[in-house]
Every structure is written in C-alpha cells, then in structure tokens.
Nanobody, 123 residues
Framework: QVQLVESGGGLVQAGGSLRLSCAASGRTFSSYAMGWFRQAPGKVREFVAAITWSGSTTYYADSVKGRFTISRDNAKNTVYLQMNSLKPEDTAVYYC????????????????WGQGTQVTVSS
C-alpha cells in the first residue's frame, strides 16, 4: 500500500548535523500522517517527530525539541528530519513510518515502516 525508504544516516561527531530523508510511494500517500522513530540496540522503538501530511502541524519528543525539525515536500512524496546539535544519545536506527489520518506518537498506530537508517553520534 505504502512503501517507505529512508536515507541520509551516517556517522557524525557530537554537535554535528544530519538530514534524513524518507521517500514514500502509494496512491493514498497524501492522506497519511508521517512520523520518525528511533531504536537503539536493546531498546524499544521510541517516538522522535511527526507531521501531518495534508497540513503543517508538527510534533516532537521532548528529547529532540529545539534540535530536530521534521518537514515534508508533498510534490516529491518525501519527508525529512533535520537533526542539529546531535548528541551521543541520539545514536540509533531511525525509521520512517506512515499511518492514515491524524498524527500519533506511539508505534502501535503506524501501519507502514521503512527499513531504517543508522545514525551514529560519536562523543
């Protein structure tokens, strides 16, 4: 139904920046809310940021507010996560996710997931 492919991960020093991209496909993509989640080894997947696809409202986890920015380009069916002032605790696999309708912050509500992209922040 919806296919998601993340890119842009890599290795960066603390204080540096990365921009993740999530390319989406699907006939009903424009009606989906989008989210970014992350999962560190041995940890549960946690919410990072979300955005309404048909609108412009954004949501952030407290841990990334002021540092990360989620945005989207509907013409390109792409969602971005700009990550600034990165910290070692940001190290994780970052996943793009999609769900129909409104934004949610729990993994349980998202129907479609990408394969993830690794972000490693050195101390």
């Amino acid at each position: 139904q919806v296919q998601l492919v993340e890119s842009g991960g890599g290795l960066v020093q603390a204080g540096g920046s990365l921009r993740l991209s999530c390319a989406a496909s699907g006939r009903t993509f424009s009606s989906y809310a989008m989210g970014w989640f992350r999962q560190a080894p041995g940890k549960v997947r946690e919410f990072v940021a979300a955005i309404t696809w048909s609108g412009s409202t954004t949501y952030y986890a407290d841990s990334v507010k002021g540092r990360f920015t989620i945005s989207r380009d509907n013409a390109k069916n792409t969602v971005y996560l700009q990550m600034n002032s990165l910290k070692p605790e940001d190290t994780a696999v970052y996943y793009c996710a999609a769900r129909p309708g409104s934004v949610e912050t729990s993994t349980r509500w998202y129907d479609y997931w990408g394969q993830g992209t690794q972000v490693t922040v050195s101390s």
